[in-house]
């Protein structure tokens, strides 16, 4: 039986389709695929900046989704950062998500979907292995086809503010 742990893995599909989607994970559907586009960030403590990325929502049939994010400098294409991690909406428009930074801060967010509106915002629960960083919002739509979100952040010398924002097309 699967998830008993005496069995391994189920095989991939044949063709390197993807599984069907779980109906839990149907209202955020409009997330699934990857994005790519710029952005800019900034903060009272940093010089603003650029950058390009790519997000990538994906499932493997289960009521997660995997979502993945790397970032570089425009225009060298230089890394800068990346994190990835597991959202898991509930049939109430509540969401849990887990996100994993490259510079080794963990997030734990708490929030609310909007399926009809296609939003999700989350506000941390725990941020944890960060000195300086207190809070953390993420706001993310699509509208007309594009991916947009704004993060804010506080800092134990700064109070919540915009951090990053970007808008990112599906490819």
């Known amino acids: 039986m699967e998830g008993d742990g005496e069995r391994g893995p189920s095989p991939a599909p044949a063709g390197g389709a993807s599984p069907p989607l779980h109906p839990g994970l149907a209202p955020l559907a409009f997330l699934l695929g990857r994005w790519r586009g710029e952005g800019e960030g900034g903060f009272p403590t940093i010089n603003a900046f650029k950058y390009g990325e790519e997000l990538t929502f994906s499932h493997s049939g289960k009521p997660v989704i995997a979502y993945t994010q790397k970032t570089w400098k425009l225009?060298?294409?230089?890394p800068m950062h990346a994190e990835s991690g597991y959202w898991r909406p509930k049939p109430d428009g509540s969401i849990e998500v887990v996100i994993s930074q490259s510079t080794g801060?963990?997030?734990?967010?708490?929030?609310?979907?909007?399926?009809?509106?296609k939003v999700v915002n989350l506000q941390s629960q725990?941020?944890?292995?960060?000195?300086?960083?207190?809070?953390?919002t993420r706001a993310f739509e699509v509208v007309n086809g594009e991916l947009s979100y704004i993060v804010q952040m506080a800092t134990k010398l700064a109070s919540l503010q915009p951090h990053l924002k970007a808008t990112l097309s599906k490819l």
């Open 75 to 78: 225009p060298s294409g230089e």
């Open 126 to 136: 725990l941020v944890g292995n960060a000195s300086k960083v207190k809070e953390i």
């Open 105 to 117: 801060i963990v997030e734990v967010q708490k929030g609310t979907y909007d399926a009809e509106k």
